[in-house]
């Protein structure tokens, strides 16, 4: 029987000198990190981003309302926004306020930063995996971070101001493994130990998906510092104390708001499952989705929920693939742990922080998302340069013989040319995600069965139409179109107030307003407490009404329409004035005074309501309230 390798519990002086000089290649690849993001600049907000930055009231207020960010949660700022599933990250939050001071509502400064930070984390990462890594070649981390930092699954991240919480959760992990490393060194242990502690409990109020960090610890001390599977545990407890102190933070906040938060289908289609067969079938699928965007990265969206992916049963290929890989993937890595084999340590470290996104454990607000495997693809890029490396016999250890010139020149070549393949789709994606127009029409071409996807580019043409009112007859009915066709694409995959919603919007853009009515009240039965769709039913409604009664000369289904306005919540006193007038022209006075009446409690100063008032009374026989209204109308 072969004799268990022991580790060193530190490592050689030549292997702890052989840090320093190789501190470059983390800076230049930081730098291209940087480059490959730098046309993200000139970009503009995009999907969340607005419910965290402009939309959001504490944001807007700059430095000033940093102390009351740590204790709202993650949506406290945003009108209408709910609980946001109980979410507490106040660290990006705060960065959004700083950057808020410095330049309001202006996005490049929150695409620099992204860039700023995931630079610096790429840099992070090589002298983190250099320091845990020592007695090994560093070929092994620098192949790593440069699939790292060329990987196109991390756009999501990097491209989407609002996903700075991924950013600064893993730049925060990493520093915090960073210094645990450094506690080695006895004669600045306490500075590193202080460091290790302030930097994870950062990580964790970055994003609470931090927690799956700490098995990182554990496995670090066990693969790479010689520990016992005891000391390894010891050492690793104090970093429980920081996730202590958040979720003491979290339950402090997060107990005060009162929430009915569920989780919609169109959100996470799995909580439609009928049960744990179909849930963990559709589970191993999303695993297998994950591990394909990782390997095969070309087919990148920006929603990956219903009905792009929807609830399988174990009839499903895929889902049995997954099962197959991942039940392997983890077989694999408890042979490699107990052997304590420095090659597991990557798998390892890839399923501990997939484990919340598994949907297996609990099941999260979404179903799939690029952004969530920004951490993950690290321990899954380790590895990659690991098997590389290793399958065309390149050694690794430094206390092994130098590697063949031809087999470590190949495996340069092959893995510099898969970066560029990266790096190249990295620019290309990152492009798509210019504008919300740009972003819905490039992914709802590849996902054309996303609800959402279809809702999200049919409102962005609205929005188009909108800012462009004087767009040529033919190029306007082109938009419209379109609006239409993807609103009733995402109807026919499962009926919903938006689509209904852009439907009835197109329609009053063409005038079609008993179609628009049609549609809005559609949606409402859907979506009672939508109040958008009440304010434009309410609008389209008077619009209609008004057109009845001045063009058509239909008073009576004129005042029908303005009445339905006021019901669903016109209380302007224009609406109010032309429903009196109606029922004046149509010899209902009792009717015309209760209008006119309600238009001047609204606007005291309208003197054409007065007057119009005072000529009701007239007719109703009250000369006295008439002469109190033409006075009132004189302006006395």
């Excluded at 545990?233 to 202590?244: A, D, H, N, Q, R």
């Excluded at 708001?257 to 289609?269: G, K, L």
């Excluded at 889902?319 to 042979?335: D, F």
């Amino acid at each position: 029987m072969a004799k268990r390798k022991q580790i060193p519990t530190s490592a050689p002086a030549a292997a702890t000198r052989s840090i320093a000089p190789f501190s470059w290649i983390g800076w230049a690849l930081g730098a291209l990190a940087f480059a490959l993001y730098a046309q993200t600049f000139g970009h503009q907000y995009v999907l969340d981003d607005p419910l965290a930055i402009t939309k959001n009231d504490w944001v807007r207020q700059g430095l000033s309302a940093i102390p009351d960010l740590f204790v709202q949660h993650y949506r406290a700022g945003t009108e209408g926004a709910n609980a946001s599933a109980l979410l507490y990250r106040p660290l990006s939050l705060v960065s959004f306020a700083v950057e808020w001071s410095l330049a309001p509502g202006q996005p490049w400064l929150g695409h620099f930063m992204n860039a700023v930070w995931y630079a610096l984390s790429v840099a992070l990462a090589f002298a983190v995996l250099r320091r845990l890594l020592r007695g090994y070649s560093v070929w092994w981390p620098a192949a790593a971070v440069l699939l790292f930092a060329t990987h196109p699954v991390h756009t999501e991240a990097v491209a989407n101001i609002k996903s700075r919480d991924e950013l600064l959760c893993l730049f925060f992990c990493l520093g915090s493994l960073y210094a645990w490393l450094r506690t080695e060194e006895r004669s600045a242990a306490g500075r590193w130990w202080a460091v290790a502690l302030v930097s994870y409990l950062l990580a964790l109020l970055s994003k609470e998906s931090a927690v799956t960090f700490w098995p990182v610890f554990l496995l670090a001390a066990w693969f790479f510092l010689g520990r016992s599977a005891r000391q390894s545990l010891l050492t690793s407890l104090p970093l429980l104390v920081p996730v202590l102190v958040f979720l003491a933070m979290r339950t402090a906040v997060l107990s005060r708001v009162s929430s009915d938060f569920s989780i919609s289908p169109m959100d996470n289609p799995i909580v439609e499952a009928s049960g744990w067969a179909e849930h963990t079938a559709t589970a191993f699928l999303v695993l297998w989705r994950y591990l394909r965007l990782l390997l095969f990265p070309e087919q990148l969206l920006s929603d990956y929920s219903y009905r792009h992916l929807s609830v399988v049963g174990w009839s499903n290929g895929e889902a049995i693939a997954g099962l197959l890989v991942y039940g392997g993937l983890l077989t694999l890595t408890i042979w490699g742990l107990l052997r304590r084999r420095v090659w597991a340590f990557a798998p390892a470290a890839f399923l501990s922080s997939m484990v919340l996104y598994s949907q297996l454990i609990i099941v999260i607000g979404t179903l799939l998302g690029e952004r969530l495997l920004y951490t993950p693809s690290l321990w899954f890029c380790l590895g990659i340069s690991w098997s590389v490396w290793r399958l065309l016999g390149v050694p690794l250890e430094e206390k092994e013989p130098s590697p063949k010139g031809k087999a470590l020149l190949l495996g340069a070549v092959l893995l510099a040319l898969l970066a560029l393949l990266f790096a190249g789709q990295t620019l290309r994606r990152s492009a798509d995600w210019k504008d919300n127009l740009t972003l819905f029409r490039v992914d709802v071409a590849k996902a054309p069965a996303s609800v959402r996807l279809n809702n999200g580019l049919s409102g962005e043409l609205y929005l188009y139409l909108q800012a462009h009112d004087s767009l040529p007859p033919t190029e306007r009915e082109a938009v419209l179109e379109a609006m239409e066709r993807h609103s009733r694409a995402a109807i026919a995959l499962r009926p919903n107030p938006v689509s209904f919603l852009h439907l009835g919007n197109a329609a009053t853009a063409r005038e079609r307003y008993e179609d628009a009515v049609r549609y809005y009240e559609e949606a409402l039965k859907l979506a009672p407490n939508y109040g958008i769709l009440r304010l434009n039913l309410a609008r389209t409604c008077a619009t209609w009404g008004r057109i009845e009664g001045r063009q058509n000369n239909n008073l009576r289904r004129c005042t029908e329409l303005l009445e339905k306005a006021v019901e669903y919540g016109a209380n302007e006193a224009d609406v109010m004035l032309d429903l009196g007038t109606a029922y004046g022209l149509l010899g209902n006075n009792e009717k015309a005074i209760y209008w006119f009446e309600q238009t001047v409690k609204r606007d005291p100063s309208n003197t054409t309501a007065w007057r119009n008032l005072a000529l009701a009374y007239r007719q109703a026989g009250d000369l006295a309230r008439a002469q109190a209204c033409e006075r009132k109308a004189a302006g006395q």
